[in-house]
């Protein structure tokens, strides 16, 4: 993972190093972890979607993403089909394709591929978005009016953010086009609505497997907005300089969210993603 510029992160989020004491390079280090974790996360919960919902599909079993979440797929409503089978396909590839264009090294030495990689990012994040939202329109999603607004919202925005990115970026507005181009942060929020981490600090409370519990009403807007937090406050301050007695701090929160992302990337590799992709493996195999 030592061609994610993890020094480049650091300096955009936290202000540019002034000197190169333990606090500094503690804090590159730190931030370079947290971005690694999240580039392997990715790349798996991307090969997890291939495996189990585009696989199954191909297989001519589309019932089985009922497997995952209840009511994903019904016979009765073909064009809602139609949009989640689109949003799993295309967020697959948002997955994918996000870590490559969050390397420093990739843009500035390789610029033709981060616009081609681009364009294909932008226009699997409308399709993605859209797809979502046609499916919420036609059957609307197993935790009622909540959930729907919720994950409307989230359709929403993907869809304003991508449009947005691919605006500034013809218009070769750079900063802009940096700056909208977040569909990455939002892709992201699907991983966390698999509640591992809930499930290993409190055992899942308030959820309830008709996803109208109290927790899920929170979670039905909470796995996407902070990420839209964390992504403003990146823009906000990377042209601000953090004070040298500051840095221990930033360098704890890293750490915290790094340790956050671990566990619960171990607990969807183990119990979820993991076996599911081995059995796709093996299946092939056989």
């Known amino acids: 993972m030592a061609s994610i510029d993890g020094q480049d992160l650091a300096e955009r989020m936290f202000g540019p190093a002034t000197d ?72 697959a590839v948002l997955l994918l394709l996000g870590p490559i264009q969050l390397i420093a090294s990739v843009r500035e030495s390789m610029p033709q591929l981060h616009r081609w990689l681009g364009r294909i990012y932008g226009s699997t994040a409308l399709i993605a978005g859209l ?31 991508a ?12 900063d802009q ?30 959820h309830t497997r008709s996803f109208d519990g109290p927790f899920d009403m929170v979670m039905s807007f909470f796995f996407y907005i902070p990420n839209l937090l964390v992504a403003e406050v990146f823009i906000r301050t990377r042209q601000m300089h953090i004070r040298p007695a500051m840095r221990p701090i930033a360098v704890v929160l890293v750490s915290a969210i ?16 993991g076996p ?6 093996i299946g092939r195999s056989i």
Request: hydrophobic share 55%.
């Open 276 to 281: 599911r992709i081995l059995a796709r493996v």
């Open 20 to 91: 190169r004491g333990n606090s500094a390079t503690a804090l590159r280090w730190a931030t370079r972890a947290l971005v690694s974790i999240f580039w392997v996360s990715a790349v798996i919960f991307g090969l997890y979607i291939i495996s189990f919902y585009i696989g199954v599909l191909s297989d001519g079993a589309p019932e089985r993403w009922n497997e995952s979440l209840p009511r994903l797929y019904d016979s009765d409503t073909l064009f809602a089909t139609i949009g989640i089978a689109a949003h799993f396909a295309t967020g």
């Open 131 to 161: 797809g979502g939202l046609v499916f919420i329109a036609l059957n609307g999603t197993i935790g009622g009016a909540p959930m729907n607004v919720g994950f409307g919202l989230y359709g929403a925005l993907t869809v304003v953010a």
């Open 163 to 174: 449009f947005q990115a691919i605006r500034h970026a013809r218009a070769r507005r750079f």
């Open 258 to 273: 790094t340790i956050f992302v671990t566990v619960g990337t171990y607990y969807f590799v183990a119990y979820h993603w």
């Open 177 to 206: 086009h940096s700056a909208w181009a977040i569909p990455f942060a939002l892709a992201i929020g699907s991983w966390l609505y698999h509640y591992g981490f809930w499930r290993i600090v409190a055992n899942g409370i308030g």
